[in-house]
């Protein structure tokens, strides 16, 4: 059967045209048929979903009885294999829920296994090699895009509807483009975390989903949201009001065409943005052109890398505790391990900086909300990109390999050369991981051979109902593709 989306699903086991168990063993018939070509779904626990589907009595909670996948990234369920796409922990199998996926099980999904992703999320695509490349459905020379790639693909190509994703620097919102989905970046604390981690990457990193409709997004939001007052981030709930209402007024919107970085941006992305700028227009919304983004890209990215370095290396100090011995270059993928070297000779002084900008650029973007509602720029600079098209020279694999041997400037130079080529291609969206900010990539555009690509709108500091009324009056005037 082919559904619109998981409310759908969730609509039909409540009124008895399908039970949950059908609906599980369909999705199941999918997965393997699919899978295999897609590379999406790296590990399954289909008996047990079954027994949960059978004895499925309670269809009161919103999503009772619906399938969905979870990344195999921070997204823990005990017992369940749990591998952060890395050989370290490929038979790794947690020893506890993550309040995230408690949650998504209180909603009534039911957990049919876990999703695609690159070694512990750091890559744009999904190409790790313990669980290999994910392949874009709709072009498989084509990857799927990361971190969220495997759950891209698996809702692209119609294993499921929806499935969990995080987003740590893009990793929702670039795949929800390269793939023609929903992606929203929650406002920083909105989602449940710990008790494996309650600051992951100092608040830049967030849970949630990847969907196929507004209403899907509105509702896993409104249910999973939380005011969580033990995590370094507690934040008011929004209201059901103010989440499913309607746009009272026209909105102030400003725009932006080009590159943080000053990379290049495809005249399809420019397009895609363009199209949105005159629909926007068209229901009475006042947009805005900018010449720039109100802060420095470059200078952003630069102290997303220190983050990312010191936190790496934070977390391969409690993994070596954890294997009682030193970590090596064998035991990962070259890209950790200059991220992981890199880590090793960062002030803290460096760091305590970085964390301080942070808070500027929030205090900056803060400001720039009071004048516009939104900011709407493209998701990526581009479709998908092919399999391969990041891969790094062979002196630069060189110098990575020789990492721990270079100075903390030398370091930061290299790093900066490693993410460079697959930077430029998705520029836009670390900003909103830095400042805590929510933001959201819709599909609005498919280039001539139907790839899509997506726009995205940011919004202040816990206003996700601003992106989604707005997303809602999109889709319902037919703007979206899906």
């Not at 027994?51 to 369940?80: H, R, Y």
């Not at 370290?88 to 309040?99: E, I, K, P, Q, V």
């Not at 363009?274 to 805005?288: C, W, Y």
């Not at 390999?401 to 100075?407: E, H, K, V, W, Y």
């Amino acid at each position: 059967m082919t559904w619109k989306d998981a409310t759908e699903q969730a609509s039909a086991i409540k009124s008895g045209k399908i039970s949950a168990k059908e609906l599980v063993l369909e999705t199941i018939e999918k997965i393997e048929k699919l899978n295999p070509e897609l590379n999406a779904v790296v590990s399954t626990q289909f008996d047990e979903a079954l027994e949960k589907a059978t004895a499925l009595t309670d269809t009161k909670v919103p999503f009772a009885g619906v399938p969905i996948l979870l990344k195999d990234l921070g997204q823990n369920q005990v017992g369940q294999l749990s591998t952060s796409g890395s050989r370290l922990f490929a038979h790794y199998r947690a020893s506890h829920d993550d309040y995230y996926t408690k949650k998504i099980q209180e909603l009534g999904f039911i957990v049919l296994g876990r999703t695609n992703t690159p070694e512990f999320g750091f890559k744009n695509i999904s190409d790790s090699q313990l669980h290999g490349s994910v392949n874009l459905p709709k072009d498989y020379t084509r990857n799927a895009g990361g971190s969220s790639g495997g759950a891209a693909a698996a809702i692209a190509s119609g294993m499921v509807q929806i499935a969990g994703a995080s987003d740590g620097g893009g990793s929702i919102r670039i795949p929800a483009s390269f793939n023609g989905l929903i992606g929203l970046k929650p406002t920083r604390g909105r989602l449940p975390v710990g008790p494996s981690s309650y600051r992951g990457w100092q608040g830049a990193s967030s849970h949630f989903a990847l969907t196929k409709s507004v209403r899907d997004t509105r509702a896993l939001l409104y249910g999973m949201q939380t005011c969580q007052l033990e995590s370094p981030f507690p934040l008011p709930m929004l209201s059901q009001a103010s989440l499913f209402g309607k746009i009272a007024e026209p909105l102030t919107i400003a725009y932006c065409l080009e590159s943080p970085i000053g990379t290049s941006v495809s005249k399809e992305a420019q397009q895609a943005v363009l199209e949105a700028v005159d629909t926007l227009k068209q229901l009475g919304h006042k947009v805005v052109q900018l010449d720039s983004l109100p802060v420095d890209g470059i200078e952003v990215m630069k102290s997303y890398y220190l983050m990312n370095g010191v936190e790496t290396a934070q977390m391969f100090d409690e993994i070596e505790q954890s294997f009682k011995r030193p970590m090596t270059i064998d035991d990962m993928e070259l890209m950790t391990w200059a991220i992981y070297q890199s880590g090793q000779t960062i002030p803290a002084k460096r760091y305590s900086k970085v964390l301080q900008d942070w808070d500027r650029y929030s205090a900056v973007m803060s400001d720039f909300h009071q004048t516009y509602d939104l900011l709407l720029t493209p998701t990526v600079a581009d479709v998908a990109p092919k399999h391969g098209q990041f891969t790094l020279s062979k002196t630069l694999q060189e110098n990575l390999r020789q990492m721990d041997t270079f100075s903390m400037l030398d370091q930061q130079d290299l790093i900066w050369q490693m993410f460079e080529h697959s930077l430029a291609w998705t520029p836009f969206t670390q900003l909103q991981n830095l400042t805590g900010q929510p933001a959201i990539s819709l599909p609005t555009f498919e280039r001539e051979d139907g790839l899509p690509i997506g726009v995205q709108l940011a919004a202040a500091k816990g206003r996700e109902d601003l992106l989604l009324t707005l997303a809602a009056q999109l889709e319902e005037n037919h703007f979206l593709k899906m």
